[in-house]
């Protein structure tokens, strides 16, 4: 459980926090309420200032990493507040899980939700059959059911994270705090890594806010944007020096769009892989379910990791209510001191053998996958809602086939394929001429396409592919695909 410095006594005062500026709601990480002031406003604690924390960490021994994930609902100090929310051994974010490649996993979730849920290993290049990666388990309130993951050797290196994963309810329980991270990794990592799992949510009366139909239809952004659990926590170093950061966006429906201005940052990998060689950029958007690791090269003083408004459409063009993402928001700030750098630092481990290029390789299948439509409302995939009864898709093992995903409504959809990876063609974001760029959600913008390509190989088996904005999957914006 986190502790907040700024809630025990002799912690932040009021006019300190006060001194923080005019945006008293923006620079805690809440956004302002444009037009819905239905709902109380969650009352703010002063905790902008608390020293960054970071989840437990999970490692493997003798290869196996066997742990008990318990899911639910406590009492927590989060957000700068304590309040009953979704928890994973009593935390938000759950604990970390280290893995290499070559482990194996033996993860055994107990559902104290009042709901069915199972668990999802978002990333992981594994099988989604039997006790492996299986979304289609169902773990009934009060049950416990027990993945077996073998990471196969040759598995890349990168960001990966879980969540939970029942049909109509997803959205709910990773609105409330039920995910974490999941790293695989050689170890040792080199320069340090830091997890920072970003997160938002809406806490009300001491509890998870519920969301209107409209709010799920675009995707609910909760007013308090966290890091690791946590407001605008510090992360202070002594000195300037290099760290990577690995950053998961676990909110529904938020896409992050971040700056950090005061250092510098270089891509070092996108969801479960690492470049050849870091990327320098002095931006970063990462869609629902993405993750970025991303390179940090501080400068004595201080600057603020920022999520700049995104503008990923409405339903009905914005005139049917919702939110719109319109203020910045302030997520983390970092401390830098004039002390003199470590003074053997280590070169940075951070790239990887360079990876399979499907951009060369014989197709076998092209497809068209149709997500959404002009028409208002219409959260479907080629046309249809989801049905776990029906098999969609179904490549043949061993093979390549290229997609394109269209999509024609006025939201940008982040759509996500389980188990294979997809390395992006085409796409209206895409830097031509560079590395190849492997995804496991991409960012299909409103009115466009992207085309992917996907190596159908090492397992087959029946799994899913959905809208990473959690309440469309929820409201059927998933298919399934089966590999045989
Ligand atoms: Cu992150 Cu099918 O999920
Ligand atoms: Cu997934
Ligand atoms: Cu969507």
Redesign the pocket.
């Known amino acids: 459980m986190y502790q907040d410095k700024a809630t025990t006594p002799g912690g932040m005062t009021r006019r300190g926090l006060l001194g923080v500026g005019a945006g008293f709601g923006a620079a805690l990480g809440f956004e302002t309420l444009a037009g819905c002031s239905s709902r109380p406003e969650p009352a703010p604690v002063p905790t902008s200032g608390a020293d960054l924390a970071e989840p437990a960490v999970l490692t493997a021994r003798n290869g196996t990493l066997e742990a008990e994930l318990r899911f639910a609902m406590s009492r927590t100090s989060i957000a700068g507040t304590t309040a009953t929310v979704g928890t994973v051994n009593g935390t938000t974010p759950g604990p970390t899980l280290r893995v290499a490649p070559g482990d194996r996993l033996r993860l055994t979730v107990v559902n104290d939700l009042t709901d069915p849920t199972n668990l999802?290993t978002?990333?992981l290049h594994v099988s989604p059959s039997g006790v492996s990666d299986n979304?289609f388990v169902m773990i009934e309130p009060g049950g416990r059911h027990t993945t077996e993951i073998t990471i196969p050797d040759n598995h890349p290196l990168g960001l990966s994270?879980y969540?939970p994963?029942h049909h109509g309810m997803?959205a709910d329980q990773v609105f409330s705090g039920i995910f974490g991270a999941l790293v695989v990794e050689r170890e040792p990592a080199t320069p340090p890594h830091r997890v920072l799992v970003v997160s938002d949510i809406t806490i009300t009366d001491g509890t998870v806010a519920a969301v209107s139909h409209m709010e799920r239809m675009n995707g609910r952004e909760g007013q308090a944007v966290l890091v690791n659990g946590q407001l605008r926590p510090r992360l202070s170093q002594a000195a300037p020096q290099d760290e990577v950061w690995q950053l998961v966006n676990a909110c529904v429906a938020r896409y992050l769009d971040l700056r950090l201005d005061g250092a510098s940052l270089a891509v070092v990998g996108r969801d479960s892989h690492r470049y050849a060689a870091p990327l320098p950029t002095d931006r970063i958007v990462i869609p629902p379910?993405g993750r970025v690791e991303v390179l940090v090269t501080s400068a004595a003083g201080r600057s603020t990791l920022r999520a700049q408004p995104y503008d990923r459409g409405r339903m009905g063009g914005g005139m049917m209510g919702g939110r719109a993402t319109t203020t910045p928001v302030d997520l983390l700030d970092l401390v830098v001191g004039t002390g003199s750098a470590p003074a053997s630092a280590a070169p940075p481990i951070v790239g990887a053998a360079a990876p399979r290029d499907l951009r060369s390789a014989p197709v076998a299948t092209r497809r068209t996958v149709r997500v959404g439509s002009p028409s208002m409302m219409d959260l479907s995939i080629d046309g249809r809602t989801f049905d776990p009864a029906r098999t969609d898709l179904a490549p043949r093992l061993g093979t390549v086939e290229e997609w394109t995903w269209v999509n024609a409504s006025r939201m940008s959809h982040p759509m996500?394929l389980?188990t294979w990876p997809m390395q992006v063609i085409e796409a209206p974001w895409l830097t031509a001429g560079g590395p190849p760029e492997w995804r496991d959600?991409v960012n299909v913008p409103a009115g466009g396409q992207v085309t992917v390509r996907i190596a159908f190989e090492d397992f087959d088996g029946r799994t899913?592919?959905?809208c990473?904005i959690?309440d469309h999957?929820d409201l059927g914006m998933?298919a399934t695909i089966e590999v045989t």
Do not use: D, S
């Open positions: 999802h978002h990333g979304p994270w969540h994963h997803v379910g996500h389980h959600v899913l592919y959905h990473h959690l999957e998933m």
